[in-house]
């Protein structure tokens, strides 16, 4: 899993992308996985961002996601660019140019 620019402070959310369509998705409340960003579980707990870890590597082991990792987050939004990039989903739909 990586940690590629991931301080670990503040509220955190898990995301991936999913094995089938490649879409971005976020962790929930649920532990499922949500292409939805407002339902992305944002938590400081130690306890639970363990456990969103466990979940991920298993949905890992099982090909549900890839790239699996956590990143920070302020006031409910991603603190980097890119992630607050990839909340917004593709700049236009390539399904379009097929």
Do not use: C
């Not at 990586?2 to 490649?22: F, W």
């Amino acid at each position: 899993m990586s940690t590629l620019k991931h301080k670990g402070k503040g509220p955190q959310a898990m995301t991936a992308n999913e094995l089938r369509s490649g879409l971005n998705v976020w962790m929930t409340a649920d532990y499922e996985w949500s292409r939805d960003y407002t339902d992305a579980l944002l938590t400081e707990d130690e306890t639970v961002i363990a456990k969103m870890d466990a979940v991920a590597k298993a949905a890992e082991r099982f090909n549900e996601v890839v790239g699996a990792y956590f990143i920070d987050t302020v006031e409910g939004k991603p603190t980097r660019y890119r992630e607050r990039f990839r909340t917004h989903g593709p700049t236009y739909d390539t399904a379009e140019l097929i």
